[in-house]
């Protein structure tokens, strides 16, 4: 009976907590795990922040301290007494700002851009947006609608009292954006024509998508552009010659959908077969089947790797400068050989604000797609 | 395209009719765009009075190019010499580049996954940032910005070991070999040639016998001690010249362009990049079991890594890595922006520009990058085959 009693051991009282292992508890446990775990541990984190407290300190300086913000010409951004080494020259962005974002497009045309830009904002937030209602409509307005729309905005509609801008006078960020809009917009639909094309069992089909794909992808983007500009205008009756710009949309678009082709390709086969034969099963015909069944799934698996080649896509939009298109940087090029701003300092500022612009943008797209692809990820475990 | 097998005959051999008259509506209409560009062509060309075909290949080029690697000069090289010259000075950039952005792409990589938080953070920043700013806009940043920024030739930055440094260019001490420098090569390369075969054997040995044997110590008496020996012993037939600032221009030494320097930091840096995350991707796709089990089986952490991590990583790794390298080969091309002497900028440029012969120079220039790619593409292919033999 006592020996029961001595086993049967009841607790009444909570235990003592146990404090937690001191190493991982607070703040310095943090630093002790992250930053300072072993001798060789402690060596790294001091190089980095010997790093760090060698390249900061200057830059900050350089970008906002000694910045000069306002000012008319290089006066307000030379050496001076009080300042000897001066910093970034923000005066020269501001004042060529709208140099930048319209190139030459007449001044009291300049809302004809602005509306493009909001009528591009609203398709690219209907159709980035996954749970947005109507995106089929969303898809209309984009591919079909839109372009039509900025076509008839930019370059002019006489008959709606548009006046004609010629595209020599479009330049900065506009062409920049137009540029990439229609490497997506053209490079999706024919981008998804090849893919279907290289897994078809028609061998003349898909011996023509394989040669163009694997052509296009071979070579570099700027011998294209090299080819749209020099050797279209051969390959076309002189009086239908397209203008420059419109030739170097044509070399992106290409270029584009060639890429395209093989991100479609890659989600086309993350179907299982059994979507296919479900598909036919229900007597659906091959077109019906591909455009009710099988892409818009494959669309849906494959968009982070979709929004991965536009992000490529914008960053070689810059190449477009070599053939003598006024895109953005190159209009950064135009505007710093200006000697009413010639500085030290005016280049490494124009370069500063155009990677700054770039890396908001492709860093933004990037975020997007990592985004949608953790949505994905945990709507395929459900 | 998955066509089902079971339909009724019929609309089978009336789709295999469709299909036939699908294919053949295609040719003609491909054969026939195909036809309209070139009637166009030659019609343009007649009438512009360009005389098309290779003829130009053997004419006398008649411009200079900055840095040539084999022998060239404006008067008498002809445009097919130029093209060599492009070709070899887009093989150096981009080979170079290759081995500088291996080297720092497989250090972020690591760096990105390292346990010491700032480590991996400054690399990720690193990676972040240089992959979403455009190649060009670093490329010309680099050259403008850095490079052509730098002091004139008069105030020359003199770097440690005799190197000169200004907005000409980067100048080096050129090594020269007096009489008697073969035998220390002869002795390095006998040295090469002992330390694979002690290796060979060494290895066969432990497979033998299991008893490792380390040979670190032996392979650098042979590399390193060897040459050094007989590099004294033949009276140190090496001397350099050292590049002295004249009141223009520098004399002497090695010459590296500002356009090639600012071309391959752009490159390696850009490239790099992309490295680091195709070798962390690689790194994380090996499952942790695999160190876990390396661990049970008493290895220790560098002979797990060596062993058992890296050639399950390198799998995963070679692939993208290749495309990558590919990537690099195919954006040496942006030296046309900043004046490099590469294929595009010499042929596609300046033999395009005086010859006028648009459709023979893009379609040589698009034939080398495809040829190049086509190659890498056949062996990567057999590489997987060689991969695939080796899984059970």
Known sequence: MAATAERNYLRTAPAERLPSPAERAGMFGWLRENLFSSRGDIALT?????????????????????????????????????????????????????????????????????????????????????????????????????????????????????????????????????????????????????????????????????????????????????????????FVPERLSPDKLLRALIGVALFA????????????????????????????????????VILPQALRVTLPNIVNTFIGLFKDTTLVFIVGIFDFLRTIEAARADPRWATPVTSVTGYAFAALFYFICCYGMSRYARNVETRLARAHRR | MPQSMRSPPSSQAARRTGNIALQVALVVIVGGIAYAAIHNAAQNLAEAHIASGFGFWNNTAGFDISQTLIDYSASTSTFGRAFWVGLLNTLLVSGIGIVIATVLGFAVGIARLSRNWLVSHLAGGYVELIRNVPLLLQLLFWYNSVLRALPLVRGSVSLPGGGLLNNRGLFLPRPEFSPGFEYVLVALLLGIAASIVLRLWARRRQDRTGE??????????????????????????????????????????????????ALLLALSIYTAAFIAEVVRAGILAVPHGQTEAAQALGLRPSTALRYVIVPQAMRVIVPPLTSQYLNLIKNSSLAVAIGYPDLVQVFAGSVLNLTGQAVEVVAITMAVYLFISLVTSLLMNLYGYAIAAEER
Do not use: H
Not at chain 1, 61 to 90: I, K, M, T, V
């Open chain 2, 212 to 261: 490792p044997m380390r040979i670190f110590w032996i392979a650098f008496g042979l590399i390193v001690v060897m040459p050094a020996v007989a590099f004294v012993a033949t009276g140190a037939p090496l001397s350099f010249s050292f590049p002295t600032t004249g009141r223009f221009n520098v004399m002497g030494g090695v010459e590296i362009l500002p356009e090639f320097a």
């Open chain 1, 257 to 292: 959908s060639a890429y395209m082709a093989e991100v479609v390709r890659g989600g086309l086969a993350a179907i299982p077969r059994g979507q296919y034969e479900a598909a036919q099963a229900l007597g659906l015909p091959y077109w019906r089947m591909m455009a009710l």
């Open chain 1, 46 to 234: 001091l190089i980095c922040i010997l790093f760090i407290v060698w390249a900061v300190p200057p830059l900050l300086r350089f970008f906002l301290l000694d910045a000069a913000w306002s000012g008319n010409d290089r006066e307000a951004c030379l050496a001076s007494p009080q300042l000897p080494e001066p910093g970034a020259c923000w005066a020269f962005v501001r004042v060529w700002f709208s140099y930048f974002v319209y190139g030459f497009y007449p001044l009291f045309e300049r809302w004809r851009v602005d509306l493009f830009f909001v009528a591009l904002a609203v398709g690219i937030g209907w159709l980035a947006w996954l749970s947005a209602p109507r995106r089929d409509l969303g898809a209309v307005y984009f591919f079909i609608v839109l372009p039509a729309l900025s076509c008839a905005l930019l370059s002019g509609a006489p008959r709606l009292g548009l006046i004609d801008i010629p595209t020599a006078l479009w330049g900065g960020v506009l062409v920049t954006i137009v540029v990439a809009t229609v490497g997506i917009v053209a490079s999706l639909p024919l981008g998804i024509l090849l893919a279907l094309a290289r897994r078809s069992e028609l061998p003349v089909v898909k011996f023509i998508a394989v040669t163009f794909i694997e052509f296009v992808r071979g070579v570099p983007l700027i011998t294209v552009l090299f080819m749209a500009s020099v050797m279209l205008p051969l």
